[in-house]
T-cell receptor, first 111, second 112 residues
Framework: GQQLNQSPQSMFIQEGEDVSMNCTSSSIFNTWLWYKQDPGEGPVLLIALYKAGELTSNGRLTAQFGITRKDSFLNISASIPSDVGIYFCAGQRDSGSRLTFGEGTQLTVNP | DAGITQSPRHKVTETGTPVTLRCHQTENHRYMYWYRQDPGHGLRLIHYSYGVKDTDKGEVSDGYSVSRSKTEDFLLTLESATSSQTSVYFC???????????FGAGTRLSVL
């Protein structure tokens, strides 16, 4: 099945640094979602984007829906140790349709 | 976990044995999904349901069957478990605002 291209696959950063990750697709999506997964838990929704060009924030997290509808970006500012986990992007063509997931970005934050 | 309970949380079984995983929701959502998560593959859809007794295959459905006899329960069955089915299995539900999917805590299955 189709996968989204998510990069980077892993990141090792120092506490306080900013982080950027992105997802790209060859197909158009009408919804982009960003989830975070803590060890031993299920993915938790961070941000949902519904409109091309939309920029949405959730605390220190900011995500953007690419203008071409084929990509999305997630930024984390001033990282802290609890930001550690796997971040997944997901695209959805229509409400109720299947999600297509990226392979995830493993984030490690060194204190 | 958005009113989603997966059971069991951990299971170890032997090759060739049948295994059933349960997903129970208290949100009365229409859609329910089963995913598996493996290193290097992210989350892959096994089967999903769009209502009671209405199910369809996902991208990795071979070796799995599902049943949904009540809105709140979605069962995933491995008729004869194989080592390649060792994985972490996640249930998800959707049906609320914008049909966003919410995930359960997962079941870690080891097939020896």
């Amino acid at each position: 099945g189709q996968q989204l291209n998510q990069s980077p696959q892993s990141m090792f950063i120092q506490e306080g640094e900013d982080v950027s990750m992105n997802c790209t697709s060859s197909s158009i999506f009408n919804t982009w979602l960003w989830y975070k997964q803590d060890p031993g838990e299920g993915p938790v929704l961070l941000i949902a984007l519904y409109k091309a060009g939309e920029l949405t924030s959730n605390g220190r997290l900011t995500a953007q829906f690419g203008i071409t509808r084929k990509d999305s970006f997630l930024n984390i500012s001033a990282s802290i140790p609890s930001d550690v986990g796997i971040y997944f992007c997901a695209g959805q063509r229509d409400s109720g349709s299947r999600l297509t997931f990226g392979e995830g970005t493993q984030l490690t934050v060194n204190p | 976990d958005a009113g989603i309970t997966q059971s069991p949380r951990h299971k170890v079984t032997e090759t060739g044995t049948p295994v059933t995983l349960r997903c129970h929701q208290t949100e009365n959502h229409r859609y329910m999904y089963w995913y598996r998560q493996d290193p290097g593959h992210g989350l892959r859809l096994i089967h999903y349901s769009y209502g009671v007794k209405d199910t369809d295959k996902g991208e990795v459905s071979d070796g799995y069957s599902v049943s949904r006899s009540k809105t709140e329960d979605f069962l995933l069955t491995l008729e004869s478990a194989t080592s390649s089915q060792t994985s972490v299995y996640f249930c998800a539900i959707s049906g609320g605002y914008k049909n966003i999917q919410y995930f359960g805590a997962g079941t870690r299955l080891s097939v020896l």
